[in-house]
């Protein structure tokens, strides 16, 4: 396998982990503290924003290249974000949950990709990845609508599908990494198999190429001949 393959490859498993386990411990903190739990979310977003710009600020003064740059300006934007979400978390809670639901749809949009791929690789387990999918998508969809009365009832809502996702990916990930790896190493012994096919055609034909120009050099060589017969015969004939 190629070094890229294998930095591919990496990457994936990196994320095969770190991201459900991520989704898990939120959904956990939902569960189980459900009042708090969007608020320091959005906090920690806000912190995350504040301390983003102040990098990008002082990025940008420690650096001696600084025409045309506009790490600046992007700091001081992300700046004034954080401390403005900072302030104001309150009135983007429900914004946060509804950024959440379209993750979540978008996520089951492409597991429906990754089920149809499935399918079509003849991948085992493709059905199960779609109803994974259908349930992600109808979670999303629930977290957008806001069916519920009780605010509590709806956070603790949100921390099981969280869960749920993370344990799926976690699951799907390592699974459909494994498929993906063994579906190359057939794809590439295909592929060998191809070329050492086309290697035998190209040389068969040249191979017929060879013969059917020495069938014409000894089909002009006998007519040469039988020429010369002629006219030595024709000769022999004035002779008499």
Same mark, same amino acid.
């Given at each position: ?25 939120? %959904?956990?903190?939902?569960?189980? @503290? /459900? ?22 600020? +002082? ?39 509804? @950024? ?13 990709? $990754? *089920?149809?791929? $499935? ?9 199960? +990845? ?7 998508? *109808? ?7 806001? /069916?519920?009365? $009780?605010?509590? @009832? ?11 996702? %993370? ?74």
């Amino acid at each position: 396998m190629s070094e890229n393959n294998k930095s591919f490859f990496a990457k994936i498993k990196v994320q095969s982990w770190f991201l459900p386990l991520l989704l898990i411990v939120v %959904g956990i903190f939902f569960v189980f @503290v /459900p009042e708090t739990s969007i608020s320091l979310i959005c906090k920690a977003i806000a912190v995350g924003l504040i301390a983003l710009g102040a990098l990008l600020i +002082l990025y940008y003064f420690i650096t001696k290249m600084k025409f045309n740059s506009k790490t600046l300006i992007a700091g001081a934007i992300a700046l004034g974000l954080g401390i403005f979400f900072f302030k104001n978390y309150k009135s983007f809670t429900g914004i946060i949950i509804t @950024v959440l639901g379209i993750l979540l749809i978008a996520d089951g949009v492409t597991k429906l990709q $990754s *089920a149809y791929d $499935s399918y079509r690789l003849r991948i085992k387990g493709w059905g199960l +990845l779609l109803t994974f999918a259908i349930i992600t998508i *109808a979670g999303g969809i629930v977290m957008i609508i806001k /069916p519920f009365d $009780s605010t509590k @009832v709806f956070f603790i809502f949100i921390g099981v599908i969280l869960i749920y996702q %993370g344990l799926i990916d976690f699951l799907n990930n390592n699974i459909y990494v494994k498929e993906i790896k063994k579906k190359a190493s057939d794809y590439k012994e295909i592929q060998k198999e191809r070329r050492e096919e086309k290697r035998v055609r190209k040389e068969n034909e040249e191979k017929r190429k060879q013969e059917a120009a020495q069938r014409e050099e000894e089909k002009a060589a006998q007519k040469e001949q039988e020429e010369k017969e002629k006219k030595a015969a024709e000769q022999k004939e004035k002779d008499k």
